[in-house]
Structures are given as structure tokens and as C-alpha cells.
């Protein structure tokens, strides 16, 4: 007699129940979600253990972390007083439309400017190869 490993072959009862045993489960776990997404419920964020008191360069590893966290703020600040003179020329450029007594642009303005826009950028591609 053999002494080789199990065979791992089950019933085709016992794999329609598990699949419908896991069915049920995901479908639960989908439920759940959506109702703590109703009431607004947030999944606790895991808390983030720090650096032990007695790591080796602590303070320099702490400068480290301040200084990625303001290069990030920098940047999105950054991006946020662009995207806001943006709005602000644009709403310039609108108001000096308006007082010239020029229509508000269509669609088809716009299109015509993204496909001036499209052929600079080819043009500025074909020199740089």
C-alpha cells in the first residue's frame, strides 16, 4: 500500500457549494461596504507606529521626513496657484470678449484652437527628432 499524498478530488456537490458558500460571502462583504458608504462610515486608517526613540540617526531621519512632506506641500501649493491663474486669465480673457462684444466662444472655436494647439506640438515634435 501506498503511502503518497491524498487525493485532493472532491464531488462536484461539495465544489458547487463552496463556490455558492463564496458567492454569498462576497455579496455580504459588498452589502456591508455599501451601507457603512450610506451612513458614512470610514474604515479606520492603520496607524503608523512612528520611529523607536532608540533608532540610530533619529533626527536626521526625522529631518529627512520633514523635508519630503514640505517639498510635497510646496509642490501642491505650487500647482494650486497655477490652476488658479489659469482660471483667472481665462476669466480675463472671457470678461475682454464680452466688453469687445464678441460672441462667447462655440464649440467650434474650440475645436479649431485644439487643432492649432495639436499641429504646433507635431511641429515642435518633428524638430526635436
Do not use: C
Not at 461596504?33 to 479606520?44: A, F, Q, S
Not at 494650486?80 to 464680452?98: F, L, S
Request: avoid cysteine.
Amino acid at each position: 500500500k501506498s503511502q503518497g499524498s491524498k487525493s485532493k478530488r472532491t464531488t462536484l456537490k461539495q465544489k458547487y457549494k463552496l463556490i455558492k458558500k463564496v458567492k454569498e460571502h462576497h455579496k455580504k462583504k459588498r452589502r456591508e461596504e455599501n451601507r457603512k458608504k450610506r451612513l458614512g462610515i470610514k474604515p479606520k486608517a492603520p496607524k503608523d507606529p512612528g520611529i523607536p526613540a532608540q533608532w540610530p540617526y533619529k533626527e536626521e531621519l526625522m529631518k529627512e521626513i520633514d523635508f519630503e512632506v514640505e517639498k510635497k506641500r510646496a509642490v501642491e501649493e505650487a500647482k494650486m496657484e497655477e490652476k488658479k491663474e489659469r482660471r483667472m486669465e481665462n476669466k480675463k480673457r472671457a470678461r475682454e470678449a464680452m466688453e469687445a462684444g464678441k460672441p462667447a466662444p462655440t464649440l467650434e472655436d474650440l475645436r479649431r484652437r485644439a487643432d492649432g494647439a495639436a499641429e504646433d506640438f507635431a511641429a515642435k515634435k518633428e524638430l526635436n527628432l
